[in-house]
């Protein structure tokens, strides 16, 4: 009987089956109760070692696009309609990654626009597409232009401008006469 009271008072092992995942980066097999577990997102886990790689590993176009809008909209995951929304815009306009991504910088960060009217899509790529490419484009060119150039010895030409006060022109205005009156003047 004592043998039975010593396995008895120790709680039994539980194993949950779903415990047991596959690392979302390397998809090994692993479990969710490890130490080397983390969450990387909303039901997505992943080893440490494998989260600390991805980090450091370059990240394709496609995947600085996808980073780019979840910060944008606060999510998790890239909507169905917004990966839409990117397809067309590759197959038919001929769009690249980092130029629709270039393009949402340019329209919400630099020209400063709100996501409120964005009703969680990316439709105003279009519009602004060759607006920010023209602005990018202009960067670039400055650039290349001062690229050989050194500041430090710069010093900018002072230009007086004097503007001088507006001057003020009174029209005057025709008073209501009578047509009898003015034939009277004559």
């Known amino acids: 009987m004592r043998e039975a009271e010593k396995t008895s008072t120790e709680p039994p092992e539980i194993i949950n089956p779903l ?6 980066l390397c998809k090994q097999p ?3 109760k490890d ?3 983390v969450v990387i997102s909303e039901g997505k ?5 494998c989260v600390e790689l991805e980090d450091k590993r370059e990240l394709t176009d ?3 696009l996808d980073r780019y809008i979840m910060k944008m909209f606060g999510t998790e995951y890239v909507h169905q309609r917004v990966r839409r929304q990117i397809n067309t815009y590759i197959s038919d ?17 630099i020209k400063g626009n709100s996501l409120d009217k964005a009703n969680g899509g990316i439709g105003i790529v279009p519009y602004i597409y060759q607006d920010a490419y023209n602005y990018y484009y202009a960067l670039w060119e400055a650039q290349q232009k001062n690229q050989g150039k050194d500041i430090s010895n710069f010093i900018p030409k002072e230009k007086v401008i004097t503007i001088s006060p507006p001057q003020r022109k009174i029209k ?3 008073l209501f006469t009578f047509l009898d009156e003015e034939e009277m003047n004559e």
């Open 19 to 24: 415990d047991d995942i596959i690392c979302s």
């Open 172 to 174: 005057k205005r025709k």
């Open 30 to 32: 692993m479990n969710r």
């Open 62 to 64: 496609k995947e600085k």
């Open 35 to 37: 130490a080397d577990c």
């Open 93 to 109: 306009y001929n769009y690249s990654y980092s130029g629709i991504q270039k393009a949402l910088i340019y329209f919400y960060e």
């Open 45 to 49: 886990y992943a080893h440490k070692k």
